[in-house]
Structures are given as structure tokens and as C-alpha cells.
């Protein structure tokens, strides 16, 4: 049996990390992911797709990435059967998330070092490292 995600897409909210009774991090969070259109023509459709992070993965999306930022994410699908308040029976998808990557620029960011990565470097280089520090 193979069950295995890839998503990509936005964050639609602000991802906020939750610390449970026991010390475990979660992350519930929503992406929203395009479909891809067979035809040019028609209108794009968008996913809003559930997904969950635990520990070191929930520290790391907290820590990078926020409302509207693009990340690409792995995992899997899962199911939970539940009663709500009022007796009925629902069910839950979502994508349990094991891994997660950068895709874009975040917001904000010029895009400076990708028109001339090698000047970006020299110029970084140069806030941190004098000819003094050097052990040669």
C-alpha cells in the first residue's frame, strides 16, 4: 500500500504552534493549493486543504514561514471518525505532515540576490569577515 502527499501551496492563515498537556508541539494549519487545468480557458480552482505538523516540523514552519507564504509539503492522508456536540457522526481528512520545504521567496524579499547571486555573496561576505579574521 502507498500513501504519500505532495502539496504545494500558500498558507491561509498565520501559523500558530500549540504546546498539548504533555509537552508534544502541533501545528494545525490550511493550504491553499491550485488544481492544474486541463484547459487554459477555464476559471482556476483552488483546495483548501487541512494539514497537520508536529514537534521539530511545527517549530520549523512557525519559525519560517507565514500568512500567504508558498511551502511545499510531504506526508500523508489521514482519517478521524468523530461525534460532534450534537451527536452525528463526522469524518476528517487531513495531511499528516513529516517534511516540508521552501518553494519561493517569502514576501518582502527583493529579489536582488537572484539577479546576481555572486555580488549578494561578496556583499554578505563582507559584513562579517575582515582580512584580520583570517587564520591565513
Same mark, same amino acid.
Given at each position: 500500500?502507498l500513501n +504519500? *502527499?505532495?502539496?504545494?501551496g500558500?498558507f491561509t /492563515?498565520e501559523?500558530?504552534?500549540k504546546s498539548?498537556?504533555s #509537552?508534544? &508541539? *502541533?501545528m &494545525?494549519?490550511?493550504?491553499? *493549493?491550485?488544481?492544474?487545468?486541463?484547459? $487554459?480557458?477555464?476559471?482556476r480552482k +483552488?483546495d483548501?486543504?487541512?494539514?497537520?505538523?508536529?514537534e $521539530? +516540523?511545527a /517549530?520549523?514552519?512557525? $519559525?519560517?514561514f /507565514?500568512?500567504?507564504d508558498a511551502i511545499?509539503v /510531504?506526508g500523508?492522508?489521514? +482519517?478521524?471518525q468523530y461525534e460532534d456536540k450534537?451527536?452525528?457522526?463526522?469524518k476528517?481528512?487531513? *495531511?499528516?505532515v513529516?517534511?516540508v520545504?521552501f518553494?519561493?521567496?517569502?514576501?518582502?524579499?527583493n529579489n536582488q540576490?537572484?539577479?546576481?547571486?555572486?555580488?549578494?555573496r561578496?556583499?554578505n561576505?563582507?559584513?562579517?569577515?575582515? #582580512?584580520? #579574521?583570517?587564520?591565513f
Amino acid at each position: 500500500m502507498l500513501n +504519500t *502527499v505532495v502539496l504545494m501551496g500558500r498558507f491561509t /492563515e498565520e501559523p500558530n504552534i500549540k504546546s498539548l498537556d504533555s #509537552d508534544k &508541539k *502541533v501545528m &494545525k494549519f490550511c493550504l491553499a *493549493v491550485e488544481r492544474s487545468q486541463a484547459n $487554459k480557458k477555464e476559471e482556476r480552482k +483552488t483546495d483548501f486543504i487541512d494539514c497537520i505538523a508536529w514537534e $521539530k +516540523t511545527a /517549530e520549523f514552519i512557525s $519559525k519560517y514561514f /507565514e500568512k500567504g507564504d508558498a511551502i511545499i509539503v /510531504e506526508g500523508r492522508i489521514e +482519517t478521524r471518525q468523530y461525534e460532534d456536540k450534537q451527536g452525528n457522526k463526522r469524518k476528517s481528512i487531513y *495531511v499528516l505532515v513529516n517534511n516540508v520545504n521552501f518553494c519561493a521567496l517569502k514576501k518582502g524579499e527583493n529579489n536582488q540576490s537572484q539577479e546576481n547571486p555572486q555580488k549578494s555573496r561578496e556583499n554578505n561576505s563582507n559584513n562579517w569577515l575582515n #582580512d584580520e #579574521d583570517l587564520p591565513f
